[in-house]
T-cell receptor, first 107, second 116 residues
Framework: SQQGEEDPQALSIQEGENATMNCSYKTSINNLQWYRQNSGRGLVHLILIRSNEREKHSGRLRVTLDTSKKSSSLLITASRAADTASYFCARDDKIIFGKGTRLHILP | NAGVMQNPRHLVRRRGQEARLRCSPMKGHSHVYWYRQLPEEGLKFMVYLQKENIIDESGMPKERFSAEFPKEGPSILRIQQVVRGDSAAYFC??????????????FGEGSRLTVL
């Protein structure tokens, strides 16, 4: 499979805590992207990291990329109820998505 | 600047009928992607099109499914002789050409097909 695979499949944390989710892939990439999907909605692009980058920040989001391990992580700091959603990673060429991590922020 | 527009948002069909789902990409976008999503599942890639060309249809079922992106008008995903297993949300996304853009996809809100 050429899909990105996210783990964990589901994650529940308390509001204010940090949430970390991971993505692994099998073949070389030019870039890797993270998307969020609120229930019943389309996906929204969060952040893109290129293969020559190791870390990237955007607001409360931090993405790392380890091309030697073919893995990426998405960290959401100081989580909020509005962060409750599914999160997907996607490779650049076919833009293939994994099954996602369902994040639930508990009040 | 309107986003990606999909219609209909909801479609109900009986087994054996045809379903046509439309997608108008964002202005300036020449690439369209179609995905299928079952409840609690990820997005499954179906097809990638440019204007008048199918670039990659490796995710399309071999029978009953077809897609087009004509020179004028929206992209259309067509499902003939629908079966209950076709019930799903179908998402369209568009992008600028990857070689000049970031490859970021912009998604529509999806079309939810229910087959009775």
């Amino acid at each position: 499979s050429q899909q990105g695979e996210e783990d964990p499949q589901a994650l529940s944390i308390q509001e204010g805590e940090n949430a970390t989710m991971n993505c692994s892939y099998k073949t070389s990439i030019n870039n890797l992207q993270w998307y969020r999907q609120n229930s019943g909605r389309g996906l929204v692009h969060l952040i893109l990291i290129r293969s020559n980058e190791r870390e990237k920040h955007s607001g409360r989001l931090r993405v790392t990329l380890d091309t030697s391990k073919k893995s990426s992580s998405l960290l959401i700091t100081a989580s909020r109820a509005a962060d409750t959603a599914s999160y997907f990673c996607a490779r650049d060429d076919k833009i293939i998505f994994g099954k996602g991590t369902r994040l639930h922020i508990l009040p | 600047n309107a986003g990606v527009m999909q219609n209909p948002r909801h479609l109900v069909r009986r087994r054996g009928q045809e379903a046509r789902l439309r997608c108008s990409p964002m202005k300036g976008h020449s690439h369209v992607y179609w995905y299928r999503q079952l409840p609690e599942e990820g997005l499954k890639f179906m097809v990638y099109l440019q204007k008048e060309n199918i670039i990659d249809e490796s995710g399309m079922p071999k029978e009953r499914f077809s897609a087009e992106f004509p020179k004028e008008g929206p992209s259309i995903l067509r499902i003939q002789q629908v079966v209950r297993g076709d019930s799903a949300a179908y998402f369209c996304a568009s992008s600028r050409p990857l070689e000049i853009g970031t490859g970021e996809l912009f998604f529509g809100e999806g079309s939810r097909l229910t087959v009775l």
